[in-house]
């Protein structure tokens, strides 16, 4: 299967499950850790809810939960599928887990479009390149990708 290909079928994946979590009352956010030959290692939803914890991003949620299981130079072969970019703290977590490469659907900038000055959502006017670019190794961005796809998810929630 060609990487674009690939890319399409674990966002879309990525994109299902923020609907399921939007089916729940749950913020439609959700990250899938998948490694380099393709197998599925680890899936998150947003985990505002229960605990109404502001730092409960799927992003964020998953990579503790990878850096307590895998090595960055591990991590560093995998792609992590998210159904919206990264924020600065997610894209921050992604760094420091080692994650080597990021495929997002929709932007950061649309989000914030769409979720305008919501209190539960204070969208960061900061794309996740310009948080990788500031470290010292290089992390991979593919995206906005299937964006069309990813702003629908979010319709009827902000």
Known sequence: MLKEQTDFKYLRYSFSLAEEAKSKGIHPF???LVDQHGEVLLEQINAYLPDLDMTGHAERVIMTRASKMFRPDFLNRCTLYVSAEPCAMCAG??????????????????????TGNH????????????VFES????????????????????????
């Open 30 to 32: 959700s990250a899938v």
């Open 93 to 114: 977590a992604i760094y420091w887990a080692g994650v080597g490469r990021v495929v997002y659907g929709l932007s950061e900038a649309k989000l914030k479009q769409l």
């Open 119 to 130: 209190p539960e959502n204070p969208t960061l006017a900061l794309p996740c390149r310009a």
């Open 135 to 158: 470290g010292q190794r290089e992390v991979e961005v593919i995206g906005p990708l299937l964006e069309d796809e990813a702003e629908k998810v979010q319709h009827g929630v902000w």
